[in-house]
């Protein structure tokens, strides 16, 4: 069975830094580009970023290049999102996506004083 | 930035057909995959490639692609098919991806 499943969401003040993590099984974490995507409250889904099969390379929305870093681990079959400068527009549930077919549950961020 | 258009909604009577629209300059390059998103659950691929139907998805969605604009289509509309949809893809150098702002199916 697939499964991703995301932790790290928290509660965090403007300014503050976050590291999300992604857990993959069920499939070869190793074969897929694997991306990172949002959804504020209320609002749509956006996507954030993306990394290519080896890590060799990275793509961001605009909005979080320079403040956020997305990498991975294909021995440990692990996605992690490095979030730092967070603003309150970066409230979000943030989920990882494994080529276009799978994804987890999200973890929640809230950027808040 | 590139973007994908939907409607903000659609709305159908149970058993008739809902069609979800969405435009891109880069769709007749890149494929559109589609997704279902329920209240307080994460999205569900239901439409990969433009017009593949993964496992496990009802018959009654199917997908096609005519130039800049890829069509999900809803035969047979089911109340459980209320839900929000949304298209994805990846800009013309396949490389930064994007989603439509979403349609809100509405079963009457």
């Known amino acids: 069975e697939v499964q991703l499943v995301e932790s790290g969401g928290g509660l965090v003040q403007p300014g503050g830094s976050l590291r999300l993590s992604c857990a993959a099984s069920?499939?070869?974490?190793?074969?897929?580009?694997m991306s990172w995507v949002r959804q504020a409250p209320g609002k749509g889904l956006e996507w954030v970023a993306n990394?290519?099969?080896?890590?060799?390379?990275?793509y961001y929305v605009d909005s979080v290049k320079g403040r956020f870093t997305i990498s991975r681990d294909n021995a440990k079959n692990s996605l992690y999102l490095q979030m730092n400068s967070l603003r309150a527009e970066d409230t979000a549930v943030y989920y990882c996506?494994?080529?276009?077919?799978?994804w987890g549950q999200g973890t929640l961020v809230t950027v808040s004083s | 930035s590139y973007e994908l258009t939907q409607p903000p909604s659609v709305s159908v009577s149970p058993g008739q057909t809902a069609r979800i629209t969405c435009s891109g300059d880069?769709?007749?390059?890149?494929?559109a995959y589609w997704y279902q998103q329920k209240p307080g659950q994460a999205p569900v691929l239901v439409i990969y490639?433009?017009?593949e139907r993964p496992s496990g998805i009802p018959e009654r969605f199917s997908g096609s692609s005519s130039g800049t604009t890829v069509t999900l289509t809803i035969s047979g509309v089911q109340a459980e098919d209320e839900a929000d949809y949304y298209c994805?893809?990846?800009?013309?150098?396949?490389?930064?991806?994007?989603f439509g702002g979403g349609t809100k199916l509405t079963v009457l």
């Open positions: 994805q893809s990846a800009d013309s150098s396949g490389t930064y991806g994007v």
């Open positions: 069920g499939f070869t974490f190793s074969s897929y580009w």
């Open positions: 996506e494994a080529g276009f077919d799978y």
């Open positions: 490639k433009d017009s």
């Open positions: 880069a769709l007749p390059k890149q494929y």
């Open positions: 990394i290519k099969q080896d890590g060799s390379e990275k």
